[in-house]
């Protein structure tokens, strides 16, 4: 350990330190490292020019956020050495002759490897790496809504939903690319929360895309629609807003569908609308949503389905049972797959080519579907009796009286 300390100190004296990297953790040592928490995962150290001075920037990497701090090169070798003793069992220095790996096994034996570097090696002392972003942190509204600080970094405990809130923005940004929109994008974000999604959407396709978009987020939570227009109004976001409503009572308003309003007379619900977007609306808000996406003739409805109590319900209370639903836990599973699989048909008897994708990782949430349907042609009328033969099989097998979204059928006079 000292060889491979000595050659450390040796690179950050001469100028020759290019990148250190830090991993394998030594779990039953972390207790004993301070804050150190027990979720580290690794340490990345590089050399950058901070205020004209040399410095050493440290990324501490969590689960599920990223810290940075930055030292001088003696704080550095006191930082590095306290490291390898208290966490983490392998090292690697890169410096521009050679690179140094120190091993150590969890009984303490220790080994160190020197490869000669054989290429010509350049150091990146660049302070601020710039990121290709679909979201800018340094917008005013991210600081509002609490997600980073008022310099626009995000902050420690938000690391995480930032990443989410991106990872969105690329799925909608990718489904949106199979899909034709003439002049203005008309969207409708059901369920909308504390915003954060739709402010991110709103900006990608405004600022990213320039884009010409009116949106709106549905919001039943009076506090949360009075808080999110504050802040648009604010930002002077134009063509946005929140509304107050339920979903199942929601109807397009002027700022969605562009159409002229005479006499205070309110938008009808098949006002034409482009997106449709609800993700997590819980238990049947889902269908609401989807009803409301088919009946404005959207062209691209996107939902993350919430809790699936509705066919739960109709599945325990018809008591048909087969070798999978006899197990509570798989029941819940199977009561899952048929909500959101009878979903997919319905709206294929509407005329939308469906899919089905991964939305956030498991290790997150276990909401990590996306159901994604883009209007395509009319189907035929044999297409339709097709899909609702196999509704109904489904239907019948797992002993379900209906499914709540079809009720959509009624609405549109459909057998």
Known sequence: MQ??????????KDGSFVKLTLSKPDKSHVETYGRMSADIRNVYVKPIILRNEKMYSFTYRYERRDETKNYDAQQSLEVITNLISEIFLNATLFTLTEDVTLLISKKGKTTVMTKAVKEQREQNVEHDKVKNRLINPENPWWFKLGLTTRDGKVTADMQHKFKQICKYVEIVDGVMKNVKFDGKIRIADMGAGKGYLTLALYEYLTQKCKYDIAMEGVEIRPDLVAKINEIIKESNLKDFRFVESSIDSYQLSAISCQLPIANNQQP????????????????????????????SGAKLIICAPCCHKQIRQEMEKSKVVDAIT??????ERQAVMITDTIRALILEYFGYKTQVMEFIEMEHTPKNVLLVGRKTNEPSAEEKEAVLKEINNLKERYGIEKHYLEKVFVMNNEQ
């Open 3 to 12: 060889k491979f300390i000595n050659k450390l100190e040796s690179s950050l």
């Open 268 to 295: 009808t619900a098949n006002s034409q609308l482009d997106i449709l977007i609800a993700l997590h609306a819980c238990n049947t808000a889902t269908d609401d949503a989807i009803i409301k996406g088919i009946e």
């Open 326 to 331: 006899r197990y509570g836990i798989f029941m």
